[in-house]
């Protein structure tokens, strides 16, 4: 089962509550490895593609979706 990296951007009234909503995301399944409290976003995975709609209905939970890499070239690169 692969991995899949997550970014779960919390509701604006669990701001001050981004613990709270760690612990139900890790109790529904997400191993939570970063929170974001400035701008209200935990960061994490899951090893289980179905479990993404449990993340969906944590209370608290604004939007749930895939972490992606993105790269930009150097500086000194003619393809900016």
């Known amino acids: 089962m692969a991995k899949l990296d997550l970014l779960v951007s919390v509701?604006?009234?669990y701001m001050n509550r981004?613990?709270?909503v760690?612990?139900?995301l890790e109790n529904a399944g997400m191993n939570v490895e970063?929170?974001?409290?400035e701008i209200?976003?935990?960061?994490g995975s899951i090893n289980s593609a179905e479990k993404v709609e449990l993340l969906r209905k944590v209370?608290?939970?604004a939007n749930v979706e895939e972490s992606r890499?993105?790269?930009i070239a150097p500086p000194d690169?003619?393809?900016?």
Do not use: C, F, R, Y
């Open 11 to 13: 509701e604006d009234g």
């Open 18 to 20: 981004l613990s709270e």
């Open 22 to 24: 760690a612990k139900d």
């Open 34 to 37: 970063q929170k974001l409290g």
């Open 40 to 43: 209200g976003v935990l960061t």
């Open 59 to 61: 209370k608290g939970v």
């Open 69 to 71: 890499q993105i790269q």
């Open 77 to 80: 690169n003619l393809i900016q």
